[in-house]
């Protein structure tokens, strides 16, 4: 079974970094793409930034030239970092990753969400 170990939030002074970690572990045979969401009180989900397997990178505009995310492969773990921090960045952050994995039911295509990391920045 496919589960997702998210780690690194917690509270930073706006400017300050943070560094999110998701660590993947199963029966993995591949993985397709790795990305991070976030959700503020009120608000819906939203796609911070994902890699894909070619290392192609995607970002939301509000985080462009602040976050980076990268993966390291071999520890199918997938990173965020966080500088220049606002309060506006606060929320729950989430990784999910696609992938193919087995699984009781064979070999197929899955899809999971981490269990969400608080990231809180005061002014």
């Known amino acids: 079974q496919v589960q997702l170990v998210e780690s690194g939030g917690g509270l930073v002074q706006a400017g300050g970094s943070l560094r999110l970690s998701c660590a993947v572990s199963g029966s993995i045979f591949s993985i397709n793409v790795m990305g991070w969401s976030r959700q503020a009180p009120g608000n819906q989900r939203e796609l911070v930034a994902h890699i894909t397997s070619g290392g192609s990178t995607n970002y939301a505009d509000s985080v462009k030239g602040r976050f980076t995310i990268s993966n390291d492969n071999a520890k199918n773990t997938v990173y965020l970092q966080m500088n220049s921090l606002k309060p506006e960045d606060t929320a729950v952050y989430y990784c999910?990753?696609?992938?193919?994995?087995?699984?009781?039911?064979?070999?197929?295509?899955?899809?999971?969400w981490g269990q969400g990391t608080q990231v809180t920045v005061s002014s």
């Open positions: 999910n990753v696609e992938g193919i994995a087995r699984d009781s039911d064979g070999i197929g295509s899955f899809s999971k």
